[in-house]
């Protein structure tokens, strides 16, 4: 089962328990406590997600739990029937059948379900506390596919500069991509975020650059090892990864010429589609 992060907001049940607290010391009546959400930080769009409102009504008597993003989207009042009563948009994602008091169970979330939750509680009369908590969501659409990575050239002297990019797939929000060298982080020259309409959803693809001069404690073993590394929250974590060799210096000139470019899947590009390629990418960005 994949795992989830889930997201709490600590300052809405630090506030409800600093009521709960207050109520009992003011009034001596145990009633409404320990308010608290619990949903996903991050889920992948068309998922089902699980949306917990956890209390504890010790002496009082439940009167509703309402649920909120914006506007109400589902309601429980137990003397009611039926109990569950659901409104709007977000109202058909919920799975009746799995909601109760406690949790709501939505269905084919999307990235316009991203947002603020909020869950109320309201205990019965005579005293009909009412507490509320939020958290906030994040629906993301996930790259299809996995990163590409493009560099100049398999072999490289000490002292001569590594440039490549790595480019990860359309996806909303955009990946977040880093680079290693020898396992030691490395910041991109540059960061591109390309927008096209997938469907009725804008997603961006994701290009960063790397320009590295190398130096001779960054060879080992004759090889220099440069990772792309991407991730969009924990729903997405993906690398590709290369080996370069280092160049020894040649007592006469070589006859024929280099390889002329590398990628990360081991398929042989020339250095003419490596600057065609950031031209045209270029390009696009600047009709933007």
């Known amino acids: 089962m994949q795992s989830v992060v889930r997201y709490r907001d600590a300052r809405s049940t630090l506030s409800a328990s600093l009521l709960c607290v207050l109520l009992v010391t003011v009034t001596g009546v145990r009633g409404l406590c320990n308010v608290s959400i619990d949903i996903p930080l991050a889920v992948a769009a068309g998922t089902t997600v699980n949306m917990n409102c956890k209390y ?31 409104f709007g948009d977000l109202g058909t994602k919920v799975i009746i059948n799995q909601s109760d ?10 990235p316009n379900h991203t947002g603020k939750y909020r869950c109320e509680v309201s205990g019965d009369s ?42 990860v797939p359309s996806g909303n929000p955009p990946a977040n991509v880093t680079w290693t060298v020898n396992g030691i982080p490395v910041n991109s020259s540059f960061v591109m975020n390309i927008t096209n309409k997938v469907g009725d959803n804008q997603q961006q693809m994701t290009i960063a650059g790397l320009d590295f001069e190398t130096m001779q404690d960054n060879f080992s073993n ?24 280092e160049e020894r210096p040649r007592l006469a000139s070589v006859l024929g010429t280099r390889e002329s470019s590398y990628t990360g899947n081991a398929a042989k590009r020339s250095v003419e589609y490596f600057y065609i390629t950031a031209i045209t990418t270029l390009s696009l960005c600047s009709l933007r």
């Not at 005293?127 to 100049?152: I, K, W």
Request: net charge neutral; with cysteine; aromatic share 12%.
């Open 56 to 86: 504890d009504l010790q002496s009082e008597t439940l009167y509703t739990v309402k649920w909120y993003k914006g506007s109400e989207f589902f309601r429980y009042v137990p003397k009611e029937m039926p109990p569950i009563a659901v």
């Open 101 to 110: 008091a406690h949790q709501v169970v939505l269905k084919d979330v999307q």
């Open 126 to 167: 005579p005293s009909f506390n009412t507490v509320m908590v939020h958290g906030y969501m994040h629906v993301a659409s996930l790259p299809d596919g996995e990163p590409q990575l493009l560099v100049e050239k398999t072999r490289y002297a000490v002292g001569d500069t590594v440039r490549g990019n790595c480019t």
């Open 222 to 245: 004759s090889r220099l090892h440069i990772v792309c590394h991407a991730n969009v929250f924990h729903l997405y974590q993906e690398k590709v990864e290369i080996f370069l060799k």
